[in-house]
T-cell receptor, first 113, second 116 residues
C-alpha cells in the first residue's frame, strides 16, 4: 500500500544551520507530494507541494524536489531560524487526483539561537 | 476569509459516553476530511466526503465511529461508547475541487478529545 517514511526526530540545530529532513514514499501511480508544518499550539499548514516528477516546491526559504527515481521528497532550508521550530510532516495524496493524505510520522525541529 | 473551524476545541468525557465533534469547512469547498492525530499513531485518515458522492469510510477504526455531512457543508463526527484509546486530536480539513482534481487541503485547529 501507499506509505510515507520520514526521518525520526527530534532534530536540534543552531540558528543559520542547514536543514535537511528526509522523506521517501511508496505509492502506486503518480501521487502528489506535500510538506505540512505544525507550529507550537497551531494547526497544520501547507508549507509546499509538488504534483509531478522533477517539480520543485518552495516557500519561506524551504524547498523540496519530487524525485521519482529515488521516490523521495526531501525538505531543505539553507539557513534556519528560531521561528522555524515546529513539527514537519511529509505527505502524499492517495488516490491520484482525489483522495486522502497519507502522512509520515512527523519530525520535530528545534532551532536554538 | 474564514478558515476551517471546529468545535469544541477541547472535550473531556468518560469512557462509554458518546461524543459529537463538529467541523465547518471553508465555504465552497466540496471535499471534507477527518483525520486523527495521536502520539502513538501519528496522523491517520478517518473519512472523506466529496460532493454528493458516498463517503470513503475506509479509515474509520471501528463501527463506533461514524460521520455525516449535511447539505454538503457542516460535518459531524460521532464516536459512540468512547474508549480511552480514542483520546487524540481530531482534525478536519477541506479542499476545493477543480476539473475533478483536488486542490490543497486546509486544516482546522482540531478538537482535543480526552477519554477518562
Amino acid at each position: 500500500g501507499n506509505s510515507v517514511t520520514q526521518m525520526e526526530g527530534p532534530v536540534t540545530l543552531s540558528e543559520e544551520a542547514f536543514l535537511t529532513i528526509n522523506c521517501t514514499y511508496t505509492a502506486t501511480g503518480y501521487p502528489s507530494l506535500f510538506w505540512y508544518v505544525q507550529y507550537p499550539g497551531e494547526g497544520l499548514q501547507l508549507l509546499l507541494k509538488a504534483t509531478k516528477a522533477d517539480d520543485k516546491g518552495s516557500n519561506k526559504g524551504f524547498e523540496a524536489t519530487y524525485r521519482k527515481e529515488t521516490t523521495s521528497f526531501h525538505l531543505e532550508k539553507g539557513s534556519v531560524q528560531v521561528s522555524d521550530s515546529a513539527v514537519y510532516f511529509c505527505a502524499l495524496l492517495h488516490g491520484g487526483s482525489q483522495g486522502n493524505l497519507i502522512f509520515g510520522k512527523g519530525t520535530k525541529l528545534s532551532v536554538k539561537p | 476569509g474564514a478558515g476551517v473551524s471546529q468545535s469544541p476545541s477541547n472535550k473531556v468525557t468518560e469512557k462509554g459516553k458518546d461524543v459529537e465533534l463538529r467541523c465547518d469547512p471553508i465555504s465552497g469547498h466540496t471535499a471534507l476530511y477527518w483525520y486523527r492525530q495521536s502520539l502513538g499513531q501519528g496522523l491517520e485518515f478517518l473519512i472523506y466526503f466529496q460532493g454528493n458522492s458516498a463517503p470513503d469510510k475506509s479509515g474509520l477504526p471501528s463501527d463506533r465511529f461514524s460521520a455525516e455531512r449535511t447539505g454538503g457543508s457542516v460535518s459531524t463526527l460521532t464516536i459512540q461508547r468512547t474508549q480511552q484509546e480514542d483520546s487524540a486530536v481530531y482534525l478536519c480539513a477541506s479542499s476545493p475541487t477543480w476539473a475533478g482534481h483536488q486542490e490543497t487541503q486546509y486544516f482546522g485547529p482540531g478538537t482535543r478529545l480526552l477519554v477518562l
